[in-house]
């Protein structure tokens, strides 16, 4: 049986149960959960939900807003749902085992207002693969690529719905075709560096369902400053959620 944790995040105001030696959320995942936008008494879907914590947090920053997490792995699927239940978020929360590339035989079309994602970054011949096959999974693209997670977006989709994700910057070009593709629209988007020395290392996109072209790049998102530390951005974002969750229970 693997060993798992329980850990403290958004200043201890949640708690989340992550394998000790399996998959564990990164930093990307707070900064997603940072960039959403949702309208009260919506419908969310997080695909490929890992430990569930884009929903948990983002049900505490959108109380009114009703959470679906989507994950293909069981034994991830299941702390998710305990980590669910643990925060008192049964409520908000509903936690599905499936894999979005079948997502017609789960989810009906056009049933969520938005769809959120923090998709494998690594194509399948792109270096060594994990031989864990928890964090293999999430790392590569091995049961979904952008391409087919936006597919499942769009499906899902209700018109004028909207997309959230985060990707390598590198992998821009790529990311807006794939957006296109599927009728997703960029709307939004946002630059993350490490450090102001650095070329970006991810950006924030927003993509919305059958609109017209009108991009709004955001001011960039610096992590660490000189010192290594968080910067005020990056400790602001923390603050927010933080005083977010505060208020989740129940």
């Known amino acids: 049986m693997d060993e798992e944790t329980l850990d403290e995040i958004l200043a201890g105001r949640l708690r989340i149960f992550q394998k000790k030696k399996g998959y564990r959320f990164s930093l990307d995942a707070i900064l997603l959960a940072h960039f959403v936008a949702l309208k009260s008494k919506s419908k969310a879907m997080d695909l490929g939900t890992g430990s569930g914590v884009i929903p948990l947090i983002l049900a505490t920053h959108f109380p009114q807003v009703a959470w679906t997490g989507l994950e293909i792995q069981t034994g991830l699927a299941q702390l998710a749902q305990k980590s669910v239940q643990l925060n008192c978020l049964q409520n908000r929360i509903n936690i599905v085992q499936g894999d979005a590339r079948k997502i017609k035989t789960i989810f009906p079309e056009h049933t969520f207002d938005a769809v959120t994602f923090n998709p494998p970054y690594r194509r399948i011949n792109s270096g060594r693969i994990n031989p864990d096959p928890e964090k293999a999974i999430a790392r590569h693209e091995i049961n979904g690529s952008l391409q087919e997670f936006l597919q499942t977006a769009k499906y899902l989709l209700k018109p004028a719905g909207k997309v959230f994700t985060i990707y390598p910057a590198k992998r821009l070009a790529e990311l807006v075709s794939c957006f296109r593709a599927n009728s997703l629209e960029p709307k939004r988007m946002k630059f993350v560096f490490s450090d102001e020395d650095s070329a970006a290392a991810f950006v924030l996109a ?23 530390k968080y910067t005020s951005q990056m400790n602001g974002i923390f603050r927010n959620l933080a005083e977010a969750a505060s208020g989740g229970d129940g």
Do not use: F, N, Q, T
């Open 206 to 228: 927003e993509g919305r369902s059958g609109s017209r072209e009108e991009l709004k790049i955001e001011s960039s998102l610096i992590v660490y400053g000189k010192d290594k």
